[in-house]
């Protein structure tokens, strides 16, 4: 087993079952589970299919209308955000929160379309707004309608948490953890153009800037229009239900559930270990659990994301994440057994 064959035989499952996505987005789905050791080279044909075939059962497509919505939603909340970074000083500009933000209610929206179109459930979120964007918990699922119509609040608490397709960490920043009693981890196929896609499609460029740039001499027709031209058109935006943790599964690691390697750098005295894979609590960027006194001149980093920021969080690899979503299901409606 490699990548290449891994990755040829997710496109082949994906347009068996009409689901199409970019080559450079099937890259990024399988470099982290390659890197997370999700997949691997010893693994067997029936375990890279039962991979794909999870990926695929928990596909949604998110279109204009559910970006519309998420905007909306992100923009309203954002305005009462604080601008610092959990654990940092860096500020971010109301536009940069305001995007961030979006991606939270993509995840949410995502979910939904997964609950309805696998179980007929109707879903309805709550916003428990905090001044700080990492504190702020963007989806916790309040109220289900089951497909007998029958309106019920969810047993469990459940919280999504979204990443990009090449993502391989769900990150529970913060208090959230005493928030939530399942997290649900969400790929998004979003990319760095969606936002400015999206303002091409409602004609935001076109009918405002562009028309403004010309009226102010700024631009002539020409460039105008190739401006407009360069810019990517809005696409519908492949998302994945990729699995979900229980809180207590934060607590009750043990040694075999952090993999690291030494690395060595050429520009620094310091050793350097990465972590590939882990689920618990990191402090100051180090696994709380596995960290000992004696390694305190070491740095850590976490593969394919180098550092998360100060403070506390509680992280997951890929790999630790479960897929047995009739089992949550049965959580949220009659709650833990």
């Known amino acids: 087993m490699n990548k290449e064959i891994a990755k040829s035989r997710l496109i082949q499952s994906l347009e068996a079952s009409g689901l199409i996505i970019r080559e450079e987005q099937v890259d990024q789905l399988v470099d982290a589970a390659w890197n997370s050791e999700e997949i691997h080279k010893g693994l067997s044909n029936e375990d890279l299919m039962d991979w794909i075939n999870q990926l695929i059962y928990g596909s949604v497509i998110l279109t204009e209308k559910d970006y519309t919505y998420a905007l909306i939603q992100a923009l309203n909340v954002s305005m009462n955000l604080r601008a610092t970074d959990y654990g940092t000083s860096r500020q971010r500009d109301l536009g940069q929160l305001w995007t961030d933000t979006t991606r939270g209610f993509l995840g949410e929206r995502a979910f939904s379309k997964f609950l309805f179109d696998r179980f007929q459930i109707v879903s309805k979120f709550n916003y428990q707004i905090d001044t700080e964007i990492d504190k702020f918990l963007s989806s916790d699922l309040e109220e289900i309608v089951l497909d007998n119509g029958t309106n019920i609040k969810p047993r469990i608490n459940l919280s999504i948490k979204t990443t990009k397709l090449n993502g391989m960490w769900l990150d529970v920043p913060g208090a959230q953890i005493r928030h939530s009693d399942y997290f649900v981890l969400i790929k998004l196929g979003t990319t760095r153009y969606h936002f400015v896609s999206f303002l091409k499609w409602i004609s935001a460029i076109r009918d405002k800037l562009l ?49 690291t390697r030494l690395v060595r750098s050429k520009n620094s005295t310091r050793p350097k270990i990465m972590v590939i894979q882990y689920i618990g609590e990191i402090n100051g960027n180090k696994p709380s659990k596995f960290h000992s006194p004696d390694r305190d001149n070491v740095d850590y980093e976490y593969q394919s994301i180098g550092k998360f920021s100060q403070g506390k969080h509680y992280i997951s690899s890929i790999n630790f994440l479960e897929h047995n979503w009739s089992s949550l299901l049965e959580k949220m409606i009659n709650g833990q057994q």
């Open 211 to 259: 028309k403004l740039a010309l009226s102010d001499g700024i631009l002539d027709e020409d460039k105008a229009q190739d401006l407009y031209d360069k810019l990517p058109n809005f696409e519908c935006i492949p998302c994945f239900i990729y699995g979900f943790i229980e809180k207590q599964r934060f607590e009750t690691n043990n040694e075999n559930d952090c993999k």
